[in-house]
């Protein structure tokens, strides 16, 4: 543990955090993957029972590669990490391992509305735990710091959010507005954030 403390006094190095989660987040995608079950039968028909799990894998792995950018460009700017920290990001990936269950549950079901009312609830809850861990970076980094500069709008958070809270009532009153709902933020997030990026030019 000593050498993980630096000069500064009960900051840690970042390097086993990022480490970690790029494994846990590898470890779900493959999770994923694997309950795409092969066909017994060579002929196109057999491919049409899988084709509501292909495509809640597909959306699950893009939510998941958006994390993984996201949380990459995040800790390019983080100068250290705490115990605060640590446990923002353990409960940034507890949701994100919910992920492969909700997704199976929504493709073996054909997205019927209970399935999707929790996976979008799952990404709910996804958003607030990154969230909450990019607050407790906050926290520990200063309001005058290039983390805070780079996060200091926040508008693709909210909106994000305010998206989650209608799309998870929306499943039981029309499942195509859910699902459009999922593919809209998916498509807010998926170039990296520019803030970010902004501060390496």
Known sequence: MSK??????HTMHKGRLEAFSDGVIAILITIMVLEL??????EPSALVPLIPVFLSYVISFVYLAIYWN?????????????????????????WLSVVP??????????????P????GSVLLL???????LTKTLLSSHGNNSDL????E??????????????????????LYISLSIFVLVAAIWIIPDKRIENLFK
């Open 4 to 9: 993980d403390v630096s000069a500064k006094g």
């Open 37 to 42: 079950k092969v066909p017994h039968s060579a």
């Open 70 to 94: 996201n949380h990459h460009h995040l800790f390019q700017i983080v100068k250290h990490i705490n115990g605060s920290t640590l446990w923002a990001n353990m409960h940034l990936l507890f």
């Open 101 to 114: 269950f909700v997704t199976a549950w929504s493709g073996e079901n054909h997205f019927a509305p209970l």
């Open 116 to 119: 999707v009312a929790v996976y």
């Open 126 to 132: 996804s958003a607030l735990a990154f969230t909450i």
């Open 148 to 151: 805070a500069k780079a996060l």
């Open 153 to 174: 709008s926040g508008r693709k958070e909210k909106i994000s959010l305010l998206l989650y809270i209608t799309a998870i009532p929306a499943a039981f009153l029309s």
